[in-house]
């Protein structure tokens, strides 16, 4: 356990509609170790997305009920309960020790701030720098995600730019704060085959430059074959093999 970064332990979540309740996840259990990539594939509907928004608190209460179970996240050699932390040790676990890629970008990126503003409020949010020190690191960022004319992007608008240069930009928001786990909620879904093999490659290379632990969240077994130490198939809410 010891190594362990992120441990969820018999984690079960239920949704009530009026008088009917739905339970979405049963008594899940999943450990991360520290520098380890594990990817949880399963169907539409099997509780993969629901499981990864539960760690970052992200499943409105209601109608979301937190049945049973914890979440730790083991940072700085302190256990924090995600599940029971208040909103202030939320904040600034979100995006700092946790970041998130979510599978549209389109809907992810404000379609009114330029990409580089973007990833310089979350630089800002988490970080005390100016504001032109964030703009070059901004820049750096943009960078090592390998995007064409860096400076160009960082005054575009996200419909300025393709599907893979905006999923770009989320993996170099997601990496602004040097998070320890990287959440990556099929990442590479709306894109075609060759940007998709560019993009898990990315997240690969830059997993192992920053010694980062990845849960890699995908319907399709082979695009996780090739990065991921361990697979946990998912199905109705279960894990059903690992």
Known sequence: MSNALLSINNLRVSFSNGNEKNTALHNITIEVKKGETVAVVGESGSGKSITSLAVLQLLPSPPANFESGEIILNSDNE???LLHANNKIIRTIRGKKIAMIFQEPMSSLNPVITCGKQVMEAITTHQTISAQAAKIKTIELFKQVQLPNPELIFNRYPHEISGGQKQRVMIAMAMSCEPELLIC?????ALDVTVQ???LELINNLKQQNNMSVIFISHDLSVVA?????????????????
């Not at 697979?231 to 809410?237: E, F, H, L, P």
């Open 197 to 199: 093999k560019n993009i």
């Open 226 to 242: 090739e990065i991921a130490d361990r697979i946990i198939v998912m199905y109705k809410g279960k894990i059903v093999e690992e």
């Open 185 to 189: 909620d099929e990442p590479t879904t």
């Open 79 to 81: 256990n924090i309960d």
